[in-house]
C-alpha cells in the first residue's frame, strides 16, 4: 500500500473515534437533551397517627354551681286597720236576752265581745226557739260587710226580738237559741239565753245588730 493511502485510512479512523467520544449517551439519544432527574414527592404516610396523651398539667372543669334565686321580699302590710278583722262568731262573744216589752213579748238580744281582738258583726242573728223548727225572721235590712259594725273587745251589739201574737197555734218557750251569720260555713256552738213567757208563732221576727238598744227596739 501506498504511504499517501496508507495516511488517508489513519485519518478517517481518528475521525471516527473523535466522533465517537463526542456523540451523546444512549440516554442522551433515547430521550433527547440531558433533563436533570427530579427527585419524587414524598407520600403521606398511611399509618394512623396516634392521639397525642393529654397534657398533666390540664385540670377537668368544675361545673358551675347552680344560683340560688333571690327570696322574695316580703309584702308592705296593709294600711287598713281592719284588714284583718274577720266576722265575728259564737265562739268571741257572750249572749243575754232581757224582755224589753211585756205586752208584746219582745226581748233586747245583746252580745259582747269576750276576745281580745275586733270582729265585724254581719247581718241579722240566727234565733230558734227552744225545741221549736224554724227561727225567727229577718226584720229590717243589714249594712254590708263593710258598714257592719266592728265590735272591739269588751264592746256589745243589740237586736230586738219581736214576739208573735197569742193565737191557737202559737207556743211559748222558756229559751232561745243563737248563732252569728258569718257569711261561711264555720261550724258554731249556739249560745243560750233564758226567755220564759216567749211567744212563738209565725210573726216572730228579729232586726240586724245595732249599735245602740234604743235602734234595735224602734224598729
Same mark, same amino acid.
Given at each position: ?22 456523540? %451523546?449517551? *444512549?440516554?442522551? +439519544? ?5 433533563? !436533570?432527574? &427530579?427527585?419524587?414527592?414524598? =407520600? $403521606?404516610?398511611?399509618? %394512623?397517627? *396516634?392521639?397525642? +396523651? ?5 385540670? !377537668?372543669? &368544675?361545673?358551675?354551681?347552680? =344560683? $340560688? ?151
Amino acid at each position: 500500500m501506498s504511504t499517501v493511502r496508507r495516511a488517508a485510512v489513519v485519518l478517517v479512523a481518528v475521525s471516527a473515534l473523535a466522533l465517537t467520544a463526542c456523540g %451523546p449517551s *444512549e440516554d442522551g +439519544a433515547a430521550g433527547g437533551a440531558d433533563v !436533570p432527574a &427530579t427527585t419524587p414527592p414524598a =407520600t $403521606a404516610s398511611s399509618a %394512623p397517627t *396516634e392521639p397525642s +396523651a393529654p397534657s398533666k398539667s390540664a385540670k !377537668p372543669t &368544675t361545673p358551675a354551681k347552680p =344560683t $340560688a334565686p333571690a327570696p322574695a321580699k316580703p309584702s308592705a302590710p296593709s294600711t287598713d286597720p281592719d284588714y284583718d278583722v274577720f266576722p265575728c262568731s259564737t265562739y268571741d262573744l257572750t249572749f243575754t236576752a232581757t224582755l224589753a216589752e211585756p205586752t208584746t213579748s219582745s226581748y233586747l238580744l245583746k252580745i259582747t265581745n269576750k276576745s281580745g281582738k275586733p270582729c265585724r258583726v254581719l247581718g241579722h242573728p240566727i234565733v230558734t226557739f227552744g225545741d221549736l223548727e224554724g227561727q225567727a225572721t229577718a226584720r229590717g235590712t243589714a249594712p254590708g260587710i263593710e258598714e257592719a259594725i266592728r265590735l272591739a273587745p269588751g264592746e256589745s251589739a243589740y237586736a230586738g226580738l219581736m214576739g208573735g201574737v197569742k193565737g191557737a197555734k202559737s207556743k211559748t218557750v222558756s229559751s232561745i237559741s243563737m248563732t252569728m251569720d258569718t257569711e261561711s260555713d264555720l261550724e258554731q256552738v249556739p249560745l243560750k239565753a233564758a226567755t220564759p213567757g216567749l211567744n212563738v208563732s209565725d210573726d216572730n221576727s228579729v232586726t240586724a245588730w245595732m249599735d245602740n238598744s234604743e235602734d234595735a227596739l224602734s224598729l
